[in-house]
């Protein structure tokens, strides 16, 4: 993590060293860090929330049913995983043979499980309409579930709710790409256009990489920083399965 005020130099810099009022600056760096934070996994605003038990017969939840205290009222970004119990969970012990089987709820449109929503039943899919979360089939049972997520950026949702000292909740590798982001939000308000065209060709390649979908062309910076979980999988061992191609 860093502070917002450690952006301040780089975005100057960026900007041809023009002055910058610290609250321009920082209301930039909100707006930026709560679209980034949205559109890409980071693994310091995952959560994991607590065991709850699904009302029966009730097939739409506020997020916050799902969430940490702490949590409440922060949108939810992106959900992970929902995990369901068999049956209630119990804690294993050393000398128990207690197992927590279940399953993962499998995310479906609105439209596709709109059926099951009606139909009591074992939940087996979710899904999302006007912010409210739907588990279908409709629970027949109390079962018990839990959320893996990623919240909103505290404070990234009320305007001017950063200060100097808010801690960016990202990896400190997203700096300078909060840095350049914020900057090309501010470049166009000072008569800077074409820097913001350069800033934007730094974020996310160049147009030759933007057309190809990222098989030609330079990468942008927001490409190159691969995510925590994106390295794991670079280090496990992969099952590869052979195709046979034309001659």
């Given at each position: 993590?860093?502070?917002?005020?450690?952006?301040?130099?780089?975005?100057?810099?960026?900007?041809?060293?023009?002055?910058?009022?610290?609250?321009?600056?920082?209301?930039?760096i909100?707006k930026?860090?709560?679209?980034?934070?949205?559109?890409?996994?980071?693994?310091?605003?995952?959560?994991?929330?607590?065991?709850?038990?699904?009302?029966?017969?009730?097939?739409?939840?506020?997020p916050?049913?799902?969430?940490?205290?702490?949590?409440?009222g922060?949108?939810v970004?992106?959900?992970?995983?929902?995990?369901?119990?068999?049956?209630?969970?119990?804690a294993?012990?050393?000398?128990?043979?207690?197992?927590?089987?279940?399953?993962?709820?499998?995310?479906?449109?609105?439209?596709?499980?709109?059926?099951?929503?009606?139909?009591?039943?074992l939940?087996?899919?979710?899904?999302?309409?006007?912010?409210?979360?739907?588990?279908?089939?409709?629970?027949?049972?109390?079962?018990?579930?839990?959320?893996?997520?990623?919240?909103?950026?505290?404070?990234?949702?009320?305007?001017?709710?950063?200060?100097?000292?808010?801690?960016?909740?990202?990896a400190?590798?997203?700096?300078?790409?909060?840095?350049?982001?914020?900057?090309m939000?501010?470049?166009?308000?000072?008569?800077?256009?074409?820097?913001?065209?350069?800033?934007?060709?730094?974020?996310?390649?160049?147009?030759?990489f933007?057309?190809?979908?990222?098989?030609?062309?330079?990468?942008?910076l927001?490409?190159?920083?691969?995510?925590?979980?994106?390295?794991?999988?670079q280090?496990?061992?992969?099952?590869?399965?052979?195709?046979?191609?034309?001659?």
């Amino acid at each position: 993590m860093f502070q917002a005020q450690d952006c301040f130099t780089g975005m100057q810099q960026l900007l041809m060293n023009r002055t910058l009022a610290p609250a321009t600056m920082l209301e930039a760096i909100r707006k930026t860090v709560l679209e980034l934070t949205e559109d890409y996994k980071h693994p310091l605003l995952e959560a994991t929330g607590p065991t709850v038990n699904l009302v029966p017969y009730q097939n739409a939840y506020a997020p916050d049913f799902f969430l940490n205290t702490g949590d409440a009222g922060l949108d939810v970004s992106k959900i992970n995983s929902f995990w369901l119990y068999n049956s209630a969970y119990s804690a294993p012990g050393q000398f128990s043979s207690i197992t927590n089987a279940g399953y993962d709820l499998k995310f479906r449109s609105m439209d596709a499980i709109e059926v099951l929503l009606n139909i009591p039943g074992l939940p087996i899919y979710w899904g999302r309409n006007n912010n409210q979360i739907y588990i279908a089939s409709m629970p027949d049972g109390n079962y018990q579930v839990y959320a893996r997520y990623q919240k909103q950026h505290p404070n990234s949702n009320v305007v001017n709710g950063f200060t100097n000292t808010t801690q960016i909740m990202t990896a400190d590798t997203w700096q300078e790409i909060i840095e350049y982001a914020a900057a090309m939000r501010i470049a166009s308000t000072i008569n800077l256009a074409d820097k913001k065209q350069e800033l934007y060709t730094s974020l996310y390649g160049d147009q030759k990489f933007q057309t190809s979908g990222g098989i030609e062309g330079a990468p942008g910076l927001i490409f190159q920083r691969t995510s925590q979980r994106n390295r794991d999988q670079q280090t496990t061992t992969r099952r590869l399965r052979l195709r046979m191609g034309g001659v």
